[in-house]
């Protein structure tokens, strides 16, 4: 283990997949939100991503939060992301906000997505606030290319950021729709214009996404709709094959060579932490994706709100945060 100069008195175990990136530049973009320009110290192009992608970003403080990539992802010499000060959040937007970051390293894992943009003959985007930032690489990505219109609500006009580049690359397609002008978002009607195909896609706090989650139930059921959090929502409904009791079982930390019992009622991740030291984890609570690790073997209980069906059936990853095994024993690229 090494104690890394970006973090004075945090260590960081070689083991880690974080690497990191120099803030390049500071930016307020609306009331209560900045934008981070990140670029590698060398000058070196940084990973590829697609639209949808998020970073984890490891704060001087050791805590981790997730930012979605807004910018070109056609740049390769720089990430942007968005970061909007949370006046009830749990301190890592204040931090980024209140601490003179520019010039500063900080570590960084990813990219990473859950929230990809699929192929279909049409798209709804629906934004609320912050949750802009990953819709903006998707219609930037589909142009004139297919049929997509999004619809943008916030406060006020000043709160919401990246209205203009929105604008300026959807013109009349992009409806940004601020509550003290508009009213609040006419979900329910805005819902009722998708088609039958539409990939309806949404991001924004969690009142908005039920709200979505519900009309899409009830106006537009042929609809696909996808979602991305950015703080916890409603509990998931389980699988049938998850519905069990939290039985006792044992995990395989392939890396570490490590095999360590995991009693009923403890979290898998408090055992690991327990025995490994360079474990990422954010939220505790299945919404963030900082915990996903690489399953080698076993059936894994996804309690996660990330995870797809489909990923969810290939298990080639799981949510160590609140996931758990339906085998007598897990098998982790740990």
């Known amino acids: 283990m090494t104690a890394d100069a970006a973090f004075p008195g945090v260590i960081v175990h070689e083991m880690t997949d974080a690497y990191p990136l120099r803030v390049a530049a500071v930016a307020q973009e609306a009331d209560s939100v900045i934008s981070l320009t990140l670029r590698h110290p060398e000058g070196l192009d940084l990973p590829a991503w697609e639209p949808g992608a998020h970073i984890d970003l490891y704060l001087p403080s050791g805590r981790i939060r997730q930012y979605s990539l807004c910018g070109r992802r056609q740049d390769r010499r720089e990430y942007r992301i968005a970061v909007l ?7 890592g937007s204040a931090e980024i906000h209140e ?27 629906i934004a609320g606030g ?9 219609i930037a990505e589909l142009g004139d290319g297919r049929p997509w219109t999004m619809y943008y609500g916030g406060r006020t006009h000043a709160s919401m950021a990246f209205a203009a580049d929105a604008l300026r690359i959807g013109g009349d397609r992009v409806h940004v729709l601020p509550k003290d002008e508009a009213g609040r978002l006419d979900v329910g009607g805005i819902v009722a214009t998708a088609g039958a195909g539409t990939a309806v896609y949404c991001c924004g706090p969690p009142g908005l996404l039920r709200a979505v989650e519900d009309a899409c139930r009830r106006l537009a059921p042929a609809a696909s709709l996808c979602t991305e ?8 409904p389980r699988e049938a094959a998850s519905a069990g009791e939290d039985r006792p079982f044992q995990v395989e930390l392939r890396r570490s060579g490590l095999t360590l019992q995991v009693p009923a009622g403890q979290a898998l991740l408090e055992v690991i932490r327990d ?6 984890y954010s939220c505790e609570e299945g919404y963030c994706g900082s915990c996903e690790t690489t399953v080698l073997g076993g059936q894994p209980d996804h309690r996660d709100e990330i995870l797809s069906p489909e990923e969810r059936a290939a298990s080639k990853t799981m949510m160590i945060c609140v996931g758990r095994a339906l085998s007598e024993t897990l098998v982790l690229d740990l």
């Open 275 to 280: 025995a490994v030291q360079d474990v990422a």
């Open 85 to 91: 000060r949370e006046q009830a959040g749990r301190g």
């Open 99 to 125: 601490l003179p970051l520019t010039g500063k390293q900080l570590l960084v894992r990813g990219p990473r997505n859950h929230f990809r943009l699929r192929d279909s003959p049409r798209y709804l985007f």
């Open 130 to 138: 912050i949750g802009v930032t990953p819709l903006l690489p998707m």
């Open 229 to 236: 959090r950015f703080t916890r929502g409603e509990p998931a």
